[in-house]
């Protein structure tokens, strides 16, 4: 079990989303005999999951400091991932990407770097995806999930977007295999949306889209 002091430390300076005395807290519980495997299950993670509980409270929380929370978290457990004694085990697999005719990225950044410290692997089509790249990706990768940004309306219904991959899903015999989450504005003013593009679920923010997510992943493998 990690000393409060660190925790208490490590906490304080994401919350400042201060990158380098995140990482000078990291650097010091390894020399104090802490292993990758304590930092990132017993100091990375929880403080991502506090993250989430803040969120859900105040929810006018800066975005910036979402991400630059999110930010912090992968670029810790990646250093310490290069560390572990042996590979860890991966909960699940998401593939994620922008909506065709969406070029808007942050958001998409923001969840990829909350999944990265929970130990789901995670693969960025990158932005303005065709929905046939969605659903051909995590077939080839053995995805749980495919995840879908969108920040304006018409990329949220478009024909070749959500509603497009769900079609897909259908036709190919995958929806019990693959289950499909999206997020973005279009889906805060209307969080009646999701179901109507033929999501399994949404997130109203980057961060609590990796709690939605993980637990998608956990239904497919049940």
């Known amino acids: 079990m990690m000393r409060t002091n660190y925790i208490e430390a490590?906490?304080?300076?994401?919350?400042?989303?201060?990158?380098?005395?995140?990482?000078?807290?990291?650097?010091?519980a390894l020399s104090d005999g802490y292993t990758p495997e304590?930092?990132?299950?017993?100091?990375?993670?929880?403080?991502?999951?506090?993250?989430?509980?803040?969120?859900?409270?105040?929810?006018?929380?800066?975005?910036?400091?979402?991400?630059?929370?999110?930010?912090?978290?992968?670029d810790v457990t990646e250093k310490m991932l290069e560390k572990?004694?042996?590979p860890p085990e991966i909960i699940g697999r998401v593939v994620i990407g922008?909506?065709?005719?969406?070029?808007?990225s942050l958001g998409k950044r923001i969840v990829m770097g909350c999944l990265k410290s929970m130990m789901i692997d995670v693969i960025d089509l990158g932005i303005n995806i065709r929905a046939e790249q969605f659903v051909?990706?995590?077939v080839e990768h053995e995805a749980q999930v495919i995840a879908i940004s969108a920040m304006m309306v018409h990329t949220a219904t478009g024909e070749n977007g959500s509603l497009k991959?769900?079609?897909?899903?259908?036709?190919?015999?995958?929806?019990?295999?693959?289950?499909?989450?999206?997020?973005?504005?279009?889906?805060?003013?209307?969080?009646?949306?999701?179901?109507?593009v033929g999501a399994d679920a949404w997130a109203p923010d980057g961060v609590t889209a990796a709690r939605v997510i993980a637990e998608l992943i956990r239904e497919v493998k049940v």
Do not use: W
Not at 10 to 25: M, R, S
Not at 42 to 66: C, K
Not at 98 to 104: E, T
Not at 178 to 184: E, Q, T, Y
């Open 10 to 28: 490590y906490n304080e300076a994401v919350f400042e989303t201060d990158k380098q005395a995140a990482l000078a807290v990291v650097e010091q």
């Open 38 to 74: 304590d930092i990132v299950f017993n100091l990375v993670i929880p403080a991502v999951e506090a993250m989430m509980i803040r969120i859900e409270q105040d929810t006018d929380s800066n975005l910036a400091q979402h991400f630059m929370t999110a930010q912090i978290a992968a």
């Open 136 to 138: 051909d990706a995590a």
């Open 165 to 196: 991959v769900r079609e897909l899903l259908h036709e190919r015999s995958l929806e019990h295999k693959i289950k499909l989450v999206v997020g973005g504005a279009p889906y805060r003013f209307d969080p009646a949306l999701y179901a109507k």
């Open 84 to 86: 572990f004694s042996r």
């Open 98 to 104: 922008a909506a065709y005719g969406d070029l808007h």
